[in-house]
């Protein structure tokens, strides 16, 4: 085997080119990134390249350099690039224009954007919250946060006030930007209303910079609120980037766990951006003329890492879309890639499987001929959807990459590249370069060779692993690196295959993955014990044809909460309504059933795998139930399952 790096490990060409790069990333990894870093634009480079201590959670990487990742996904491409489109925005309605900037132009905007948080008091350092839409000003005051050194927390436009709240505190924000009303195909939603009804409980905010999108009438808030367009009249279209060290923090996103309140994930600014970029080019083996369409919100890693930073950084050009994949109606997806001639295209596979249930003219009506790979991520993709994408989308022509990742990754761990490294229904694949997976056993030892099945955890630092959580580095500690003492422990069960290849199987924890987004059962069940007619509540998941996972809710109510039958509608409906005002939207659940009694071990712990196998209709084989408490409940949740 070569040690010396060369070019062609920096983009893998082909399968021999992914063995020698993948051996060299994990053997030599200094060495590696090094070479793989080296075109970026840097103010200063780099006085090591990796500094790792797993068991402890500490890891730096590039540590000693200086940049602006924003120099690199602007400034660095304007010679060559400057009129090369870099953004593609595509508004939920079809009537309305489009929009196209070229990176002159975004470089322009951004700057622009920059002065603006400038001249409202943002200092390096300070965290920006952004609830918005999408659209073109979300990717725009992103950067900008990114140019003066702001640490940007998005928080995704369908959580509620509460949750809002939660995080704008947790994060401490000075700064939050928002819009007037959003579009989510038929219907508008006030989310300047949302964020002022938030912030009545946020004391660390002191300015709110909202963008006219709508031009709806929105109540201002004097001396805290100011309108963008007003802000932005008259000042410069440059800003000099702010110069960042390598682990200065870059972003905050908030995600569940399987306990208490979500986290903030932090990623910083070398490590994350080098680690966005290679995996960019190598998962969708991206050539100059292609155009991306991820159709991930900001709001989301996914939006973060690929139709922002990854698609930037490789100076390629990148669709954003305002709408949702069955607004005006099935085949808007098809009609977008047509339209603009996407030919990188990366979804979810529950966005597929919603589209897989209309007539399949809606997509046969399309000739998606640009396409050229198509993606797939945020869950485990089943094989009819995996065929059906393939087939009617993919045309049999289009390599099929399902990319296994986390918030806290950073970018792809386990995936094809698409048309060199093997692309097989129902597994993720191979490891990328710098990423050394393992299957653990409960009591923390490696299981060795192939056909095996264990914990998922990585055995080595890559340059997008999670730094640390907001204001609490324990948290992260005891969540990731704890665990397993030397590993990162993912949450996830995988199996090896025959061939090597990964094939991911789920959370192993209690962490709920509804249409691709994570809920912690907890976090769940202190929304519903929020109501006042509740006592107790256990959520679990059960399998959903279109979310992939559901949420269902066994709930105990107060004594009289609930008169009878005819009652129950009522209570059910309050119940969901708290979970919609203290989470949003999208933690709903999906099954609801008032009970007596939850299944308790003496000792009180509830045995979830029971009220598992209710959920998912499993109730011939429920195990061993003999240490439970009061049996009797058991049958009693069987009779009134949903
Ligand atoms: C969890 C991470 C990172 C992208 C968006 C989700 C599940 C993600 C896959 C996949 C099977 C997947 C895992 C993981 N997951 N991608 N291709 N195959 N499972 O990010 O919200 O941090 O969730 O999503 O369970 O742990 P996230």
Redesign the pocket.
Known sequence: MPTATSPQHARIRTLEGYHEAYHLSIHHPNEFWAAVAEPFTWRRKWDTVMESDMAAGETTWFAGARLNITENCLDRHLPARGNKLALIYEPNDTKERHLRLTYRELHQRVCQFANVLLNNGVEKGDVVCLYMPMIPELSIAVLACARIGAVHSVIFAGFSATAIADRVNDAQATLVITSDGLNRGAKQIPVKRVVDEALETCPSVRKVVVVEHLGWPVQMEEERDVWYHEEAADVAKTCPAEEMKAEDPLFILY?SGSTGKPKGVVHTTAGYMVWADYTFRNVFQVEENDVFWCTADIG???GHTYLLYGALLAGSTTLMFEGIPTYPDAGRFWEVIDKHSVSIFYTAPTAIRALMAEPLDNVLSYSLDSLRVIG??????NEEAWHWYNEHVGKGRCPLV???????TGGIMISALAGITPSVPAR?GLPLPGVWPVLLRQDGTEIEGNNEEGYLAIKQAWPGIIRTTWGDHNRAVQTYFAPYPGYYF???GARRDENGLYR?I??VDDVI?VS???FGTAEIENAINQNPNVVESAVVAYPHEVKGQGIYAYIICREGACKGEADKPRVEASIIETVVAEIGKIARPDKIQLVTGLPKTRSGKIMRRILRKVAEGETSNLGDVSTLLDPAVVDEIIQGAK
């Open positions: 995600t989301w890693v996914t797939s991520v945020g869950e485990p993709i399902d990319t296994w990742w986390q918030t806290e993720a993912t949450g996830d991911i789920g959370r993955n691709g987004h994570r």
